[in-house]
């Protein structure tokens, strides 16, 4: 139990559907992550939620779009994606980057395995 | 710009041997290093990390790094594997501490222990 959980753990859908990922964690963080996770390929970082403002974007399509309501909360809402988004998306968690409270680590949910018809 | 780079996509050992998982790193500020194991369909783990100190570093399950300057490198070591240690391993820089820097991962290095 890292204190990050991610639901649905798999996901199948096809191109035309929409979908959500939801991310909830247990930890008092204030930032959080979305990270692509694709056979053979480093960790991609799409997004960065601290104090529940957007502060990182990177080039991510808009067939992918981010929420996060408050603090504790993030999801990723999914519409039509196409065949190259499968993968493993995992959030995770931290303390406020460059605050005293940083301690650096990030703290990762299990992930949802997406796979897209 | 920050990098990091996992030469090796899989070591292969026998149980109760050393292992060494290699890392090395490029920031332009104080590293901030992270290793980070994976076990089959679940998130990545947290193992241990450098920020500051002694170069070597104790973790979880036994794992230790040692953070050397001069070869820009971030070594994960383990004096006797087990064959539970066999999962995917990550490295990790972050250049600093401030708001804006953030986490880069490595490749990943399958580490595979034989019985």
């Known amino acids: 139990e890292t204190g990050v959980t991610q639901t649905p753990r798999h996901l199948v859908m096809g191109m035309t559907n929409k979908k959500s990922l939801k991310c909830e964690q247990h930890?008092?963080?204030?930032?959080m992550y979305w990270y692509k996770q694709s056979a053979k390929k480093p960790l991609e970082l799409m997004f960065v939620?601290?104090?529940?403002?957007?502060?990182e974007n990177n080039s991510v399509p808009s067939r992918f779009s981010p929420e996060c309501p408050n603090s504790s909360h993030l999801f990723l809402h999914l519409h039509t994606l196409q065949p190259e988004d499968s993968a493993l998306y995992l959030c995770a968690s931290s303390r406020e980057p460059g605050t005293h409270k940083d301690t650096g680590e990030l703290f990762f949910g299990e992930g949802s395995r997406l796979t897209v018809l | 710009a920050q990098s990091v780079a996992q030469p090796e996509d899989q070591v292969n050992v026998a149980e109760g041997n050393p292992l060494t998982v290699k890392c090395t790193y490029s920031v332009s500020g104080n590293p901030y290093l992270f290793w980070y194991v994976q076990y089959p369909n679940r998130g990545l783990q947290f193992l241990l990390k450098y920020i500051t100190g002694d170069n070597l570093v104790k973790g979880s399950y036994g794992f230790e790094a040692e953070f050397n300057k001069s070869q820009t490198s971030f070594h994960l070591k383990k004096p006797s594997a087990l064959v539970s240690d066999s999962a995917l391993y990550f490295c990790?820089?972050?250049?600093?501490?401030?708001?804006?820097?953030?986490?880069?991962f490595g490749s990943g290095t399958r580490l595979s222990i034989r019985p």
């Open positions: 990790a820089v972050r250049d600093g501490r401030s708001s804006a820097s953030k986490i880069i």
């Open positions: 939620y601290s104090l529940e403002e957007r502060v």
């Open positions: 930890l008092g963080h204030n930032a």
